[in-house]
């Protein structure tokens, strides 16, 4: 099973604020990672597919790199409405397996 | 428009089955994957398993023993039943559309709402 390993667990940001999220892989998965964004009660977004592409629709203030073992999640110019869960997935082999999450909050 | 909407009981007893089935709209389940997914505090969010657009199915192996996912397509409409609960199948437990080309998957690009699934006496 490949295991993913994202961090951190729970960040803190100010609107206008970059921030990171890493997720690291036990094994080279290639490009295969997906990022998506949970809030309560709402559907989960799909926001980058192939680690690096933007799916239709999402703000560009989100960006993915990366590729083998290490992928990164960008958010440009925080804003309020992204206070939420994010979470990587790989879909290089089965079982899929997710990294374990971030919670973003937003000041 | 795809859509997904999970429907099922929000208490199962111990050991019972828990059954939930997700509607699908906008799309045809004869095509791509539909697959289970749940998340919890403990163990965070995991992979069930899928159905795929010829019926086959393909489960986690940590959940394979007690597991089923199967489909009535007239409906479409895709299930999951998760025998012998216990308290840690407690979860948010999410339907989702794996996407398929060419033979290949490239992992859940819609989902449902979700809905919480408390294991309690």
């Known amino acids: 099973e490949t295991t993913l390993t994202q961090s951190p667990a729970f960040m803190s940001a100010t609107p206008g604020d970059k921030v990171n999220i890493s997720c690291k892989a036990n094994k080279d998965i290639d490009d295969d990672v997906n990022w998506y964004q949970r809030k309560p009660g709402e559907a989960v977004i799909f926001l980058i597919q192939?680690?690096?592409t933007l799916v239709p629709g999402i703000s560009p203030r989100f960006s993915g790199s990366g590729y083998g073992t290490d992928f990164t999640l960008t958010i440009n110019n925080i804003e309020s409405e992204d206070a939420a869960y994010y979470f990587c997935l790989q879909h290089d082999v089965f079982p899929y397996t997710f990294g374990q999450g971030t919670h973003l909050e937003i000041k | 428009q795809v859509q997904l909407q999970e429907s099922g009981p929000g208490l199962v007893k111990p050991s019972e089955t828990l059954s939930l089935s997700c509607s699908v709209s906008?799309?045809?389940?004869?095509?791509?994957?539909w697959t289970w997914i749940r998340q919890s505090p403990q163990m965070g969010v995991e992979w069930i398993g899928y159905i795929s657009s010829r019926g086959n199915t393909n489960y986690n192996p940590s959940l394979k023993r007690r597991v089923t996912i199967s489909r009535d397509t007239s409906k479409n409409q895709f299930s999951l039943n998760l025998y012998s609960v216990t308290a840690a199948d407690t979860a948010v437990y999410y339907c989702?559309?794996?996407?398929?080309?060419?033979?290949?998957?490239?992992?859940?690009?819609?989902w449902g709402q979700g809905t919480t699934v408390t294991v309690s006496s």
């Open positions: 906008g799309v045809s389940i004869n095509t791509d994957s």
């Open positions: 989702a559309r794996d996407v398929v080309r060419g033979g290949l998957h490239y992992g859940m690009d819609v």
């Open positions: 192939e680690a690096s």
